[in-house]
């Protein structure tokens, strides 16, 4: 079941979103890279910072989405986007750095894509990602079960559903194809304001797929009580809503 992307509503936190990418990218030596890739780079907030990281590279924003390939070339027109599947993508020829943020998590089997995606790094090159690793956590839970009650079942089955897995199995992956490889976790403690801003949240990413599948009438009423059992999960302070959320983040230098 298809589905499409806003960037504006994905980013209402940008910064929020944007921290780890920040932490990503850090740990990544490259220091004269020539073709750099942001593969599944949305709106190309994200992509400007390897450009300014790396200013005499060629860097290049791939994103399945038309909407946010739209949107990026508007935002940072200096920067060459383009739509690509990365499931399928080769470049012209190895890159030397290839990033993906928050993105392989939407595709299924995507353990078993690392070997290609290692494939179209330069030998001595950098292959760095980071998935969400919160799917455990009442804004994916509540989603599920609530999706997963009439009469809302019937409109979302088989939607799309982000997944991931623990940095160690990522380690194994990548070491197992003669990588050197720092894998780590961070749960962040994001801290939002307004009104239902986890829904504003989940309402951009993870539950989308969920709330375009389900016709106008029942995405009301599903909305509602959805708003109603985040809030109860996630309770305002004085100083807001505390959204934790665990990070799993992959850097991997290609053997030379």
């Known amino acids: 079941m298809s589905h499409t992307w806003d960037p504006d509503r994905y980013l209402t936190y940008a910064d929020e979103r944007g921290r780890p990418f920040v932490d990503l990218i850090a740990r990544i030596g490259a220091t004269r890279p020539r073709a750099v890739v942001d593969l599944g780079c949305g709106p190309g907030n994200l992509t400007a910072l390897l450009a300014e990281r790396w200013p005499e590279a060629s860097v290049v924003g791939l994103d399945s989405s038309a909407e946010m390939i739209a ?11 383009d739509v690509a599947d990365l499931r399928s993508w080769v470049p012209p020829e190895p890159v030397d750095v290839l990033v993906s943020n928050a993105t392989l998590q939407w595709v299924p089997g995507h353990l078993e894509l690392l070997p290609a995606l290692v494939a179209q790094v330069a030998p001595g090159g950098w292959f760095a990602f980071q998935v969400p690793g919160n ?58 304001t307004g009104p239902d801003p986890v829904f504003t949240w989940v309402s951009g990413t993870g539950a989308r797929p969920t709330l375009q599948a389900l016709p106008a009438d029942l995405r009301v009423d599903f909305e509602r009580e959805f708003k109603s059992r985040l809030a109860a999960a996630y309770p305002e302070h004085a100083y807001g809503v505390v959204l934790p959320f665990r990070r799993v983040f992959v850097v991997a230098r290609v053997p030379a």
């Open 71 to 81: 949107a990026a070339r508007t935002a940072v027109p200096a920067i060459a986007f």
């Open 135 to 192: 799917f455990d956590e009442p804004s994916h839970t509540m989603r599920d079960e609530l999706a997963g009650q009439a009469p809302y079942a019937a409109h979302t089955a088989g939607v799309a559903v982000p997944s991931s897995h623990d940095p160690a199995v990522y380690l194994d992956a990548l070491a197992g194809l003669g990588c050197t490889v720092d894998a780590w976790e961070t749960t962040y403690l994001h801290l939002l």
